[in-house]
C-alpha cells in the first residue's frame, strides 16, 4: 500500500497515541465521527484544509500525517540543505544521515521550520508595518501628541515668569495632550496585541471580509441551493463588524451566487470527477465565461476539486480585491504585490486566457501553475473607458518546472536578486 493510502491509518494511529475519541477529533475537526471513521479506514482520501484541520487537532505537521516520520524528516532535511544556499556534496546520503543520526536529524528539521515560521513572521508584521492604515495613523497620533507635549514642556522650562492665566493654560494643555498620548497609546498596544482576538482589533474592512470568507472555508452551500440570499448572510456574520466591510463582502457573495448559478455544484462535481480540473472545457461544458470558470474553482473545497488552490482577483489599478491563500503561495493582505504575477500580465491582454508556471520566492522554492484572465467588469459602452478586472487561480505543484518563471509576494519581502521588476530593497538581507 502506498504511502499516500495510508494517510487514515497514521490519524488512528497519533489519535490513539493522544487518547481522543474518535468522536472528539471528529467534533474539533468540524465533520462527522462516522466520515472520520471511513478516514480512518482509509475508505476516503483527504487532503486540503480539512487535513489541515486534523493536523492541527492532533499537534503535527501535515506532511507527517500523508508521508508518515521518516519521509516527513527526510523532505524537511532537504529542504533545510536546499535553503541553505550553500553547495551541499552529500545530498545524495539524506536518507543515511537520517537513519544513523536519527535525533540530530529531527534537531536540523525542527530548526529550520522554526526558522521559516519567524521568518514568516518578520514577513507579516513587516506587510502589516507598511501598509496598515490604522496602525499610520495610530503612531501619527501618538507621535504628534509627544511633540505638542514637548514644546509646551519647552516653553515652561525655559520662558521666565509667566502669568497666571497663560501659565495655567499651558498646563492646561499639557493635561489634555498627556490624556491624549496615554490613550493613544493604549490604542496602539492593543491594536498590535496579537492576542487580542476581540472583532474590535481588525478595523480593516477588507481585513473583517476576509475574516468572515475564511471562516466559512470559502464554500457558501445554503448560498448555493437558494436556502439563503448574500443579504441574509451578510447581516447574521459575526465577522462584519463595519458597513464597509459588509458592503465588500455582499459585493463578493452576490458574485459567487452568479457564478454557483452558471456552474452549479452537483453538475460542476461530476465533471471534474470524470474528465479532472480542465478551465477550458469546463466553460465549453457549462457555456460559462473563462472568469466565471477560474472564480468557481477557486473557491471549492479541496475534496470536490481533489486539490488545494488559491485565488485572486484584482481591478485595473492592481489593488487586490480578493483573495483566497494556498499554501507556500505568499499573498499580501495590503497592497505592494509582486508586478511579475501572471494576474497583472492578464490585464495587458483583456479576454486572452494565460497560463505561467511559477515558483514563489521564499525559503522554499514551490511551484504552481498559475491560470489568469481579464475581463470587462462593467459591460462596453462608447462613453467611458473599459473598467477590468482579472482573476488567478493558483495550483500547487508537486515539482517545480526548470523554466518557471519566479515571482514574490512583495519585494519588501522577496529574497530574488537581480529582479527587474524590484521597486524597494528587501528587508531578508543575506543571512537573515
Not at 454557483?260 to 470524470?274: D, F, K, R, Y
Not at 476539486?305 to 492592481?318: F, N, P, R
Request: proline share 6%; net charge negative.
Amino acid at each position: 500500500m502506498g504511502r499516500d493510502t495510508l494517510t487514515g491509518s497514521r490519524i488512528r494511529e497519533r489519535r490513539l497515541i493522544l487518547g481522543i475519541r474518535q468522536a472528539e477529533l471528529a467534533r474539533k475537526a468540524g465533520i462527522s465521527a462516522s466520515y472520520l471513521n471511513l478516514i480512518e479506514h482509509n475508505r476516503r482520501r483527504i487532503g486540503g484544509k480539512l487535513l489541515v484541520d486534523l493536523a492541527q487537532v492532533l499537534g503535527v505537521e501535515p506532511s507527517m500525517l500523508t508521508e508518515g516520520a521518516e519521509a516527513a524528516l527526510i523532505a524537511s532535511l532537504r529542504e533545510a540543505a536546499a535553503d541553505s544556499g550553500l553547495p551541499v556534496a552529500e545530498l545524495d546520503r539524506t536518507d543515511e544521515f537520517a537513519g544513523r543520526f536519527p535525533g540530530w536529524a529531527e534537531v536540523l528539521a525542527t530548526n529550520h521550520q522554526r526558522i521559516a515560521r519567524l521568518e514568516r513572521t518578520v514577513e507579516t508584521l513587516s506587510d502589516r508595518l507598511t501598509h496598515d492604515p490604522h496602525l499610520a495613523a495610530s503612531l501619527h497620533e501618538v507621535l504628534s501628541t509627544a511633540a505638542a507635549i514637548r514644546s509646551t514642556a519647552s516653553i515652561l522650562a525655559e520662558t521666565g515668569e509667566l502669568e497666571p492665566e497663560w501659565r495655567d493654560r499651558f498646563h492646561k494643555n499639557l493635561n489634555e495632550d498627556s490624556l491624549r498620548l496615554a490613550e493613544g497609546s493604549r490604542a496602539l498596544v492593543s491594536f498590535l496585541d496579537e492576542s487580542d482576538s476581540s472583532a474590535e482589533r481588525r478595523g480593516v474592512p477588507q481585513e473583517e471580509a476576509e475574516e468572515f470568507f475564511l471562516a466559512n472555508g470559502y464554500h457558501f452551500a445554503d448560498l448555493e441551493t437558494g436556502q439563503a440570499t448574500p443579504k441574509s448572510l451578510v447581516a447574521s456574520a459575526p465577522q462584519l463588524i463595519s458597513d464597509a466591510s459588509r458592503m465588500i463582502a455582499r459585493s463578493a457573495l452576490e458574485q459567487y451566487q452568479g457564478d454557483a448559478a452558471l456552474m452549479p455544484l452537483a453538475a460542476l462535481q461530476e465533471v471534474i470527477t470524470s474528465e479532472g480540473i480542465d478551465p477550458a472545457r469546463l466553460a465549453t461544458h457549462f457555456a460559462a465565461p473563462l472568469p466565471v470558470v477560474l472564480r468557481r474553482l477557486g473557491v471549492l473545497p479541496a475534496d470536490i476539486l481533489g486539490q488545494d488552490a488559491g485565488l485572486v482577483i484584482c481591478d485595473a489599478s492592481g489593488s487586490v480585491l480578493f483573495r483566497k491563500p494556498v499554501t507556500g503561495f505568499a499573498l499580501p493582505r495590503f497592497g505592494a504585490s509582486c508586478p511579475l504575477w501572471p494576474i497583472y500580465t492578464a490585464l495587458l491582454r483583456p479576454g486572452v486566457p494565460l497560463h505561467r508556471s511559477v515558483v514563489q520566492q521564499g525559503r522554499s522554492a514551490l511551484g504552481f501553475d498559475c491560470l489568469a484572465v481579464a475581463w470587462d467588469h462593467e459591460p462596453p459602452a462608447f462613453d467611458r473607458d473599459p473598467l477590468y478586472h482579472a482573476v488567478m487561480l493558483i495550483l500547487p505543484r508537486r515539482e517545480v518546472p526548470e523554466d518557471a518563471q519566479p515571482v514574490g509576494a512583495s519585494c519588501r519581502i522577496c529574497p530574488r536578486r537581480a529582479c527587474p521588476a524590484r521597486r524597494e530593497p528587501s528587508i531578508l538581507k543575506e543571512e537573515f
